[in-house]
């Protein structure tokens, strides 16, 4: 079932990312049934949400309640043992399958699919998604020219001696799940994360400790924006085929919030919920009228202080 925010894309609401972002499915008249963008304004984009979490499987085990992720009022979210939860074996071989898929995925005149950029959210269930399905990562700094990758083993490019960089792994705030009330969605300290996930680049993270989870959601409107700011610095980065390892809700958030003038089936593949480990890719295509503007960092929005102790 497919989830749509595009009310949320037409508020008069001052100062918000969302309105005449530049970001419309469409141009010219609705009627036509078609978009037409000037090719160089546009990039491939793979979103791919993370594989099966142990959070994924207690919920299930629940019935669907998430009253299971909720953490007990007299300790930290930290202590939960599902806070910012792990791949299950099960998630691990879905990531193992994609990377599979995607070494046999023709693409970009290849046998298979290359990427030059992985964005990564920064929680543990995006990091470890990220390494199984793509490898390990460039080291950041590394020109590609340098890099010693080479295309899949049974690919004709391979038999050709064809050097493939690995892609870089640069972690972003901006594309982690929708924050706080559920421990799954807090993460561990970049000092933490940084000691496990070897070559991943933490340096655009402003903050080594979650400043952001609290015992509240994050409000729709609020994920709503922050998503679209997150495309509008995809739509900045000079790389033309970019992944992205995120989470369902973020998803959701940032779809649904497209779509509205095209054909039912194909909005509702849009829209819908991710599964575990789910490709989805799209042709991002800017307008122009917002490249070049500042995309202000992602800060903690203001409310109520949390009970929650991040250690």
Known sequence: MSTSFLHMSSKN???????????QFALGPPESGFSIFLAERTKKVHFIRHAEGYHNVATKESGGSTDCLLRDPNKTAKEHHLYDARLTKKGVEQA??????????PSGGR?????DLVVVSPLTRTCETALHVFGKPRIPGKPAFLDDGVAPAHAPEYKAGLKVP???FLVKEECRERWGH???DGRRSITELASEFENFDFSEVLHDEDVFYTDERESDEHCCERAMKF???????????IAVVTHSSFLRHLFGQFGGNLAAVDMDNLQRLAGNCELRSVVLA????KDGTEIEPLRPPTGPASTVVIQ
């Open 111 to 115: 046998s298979f699919t290359a990427f």
């Open 182 to 184: 559920y421990v799954c």
């Open 231 to 241: 495309l509008r610095w995809l739509n900045a980065r000079p790389e033309k085929c």
């Open 286 to 289: 800017s307008h122009g009228n």
């Open 13 to 23: 609401k001052e100062g918000g990312a969302m309105i005449d972002d530049g970001f």
């Open 166 to 168: 690995a892609p870089r």
């Open 96 to 105: 193992d399958k994609l990377r599979s898929y995607l070494s046999q995925r």
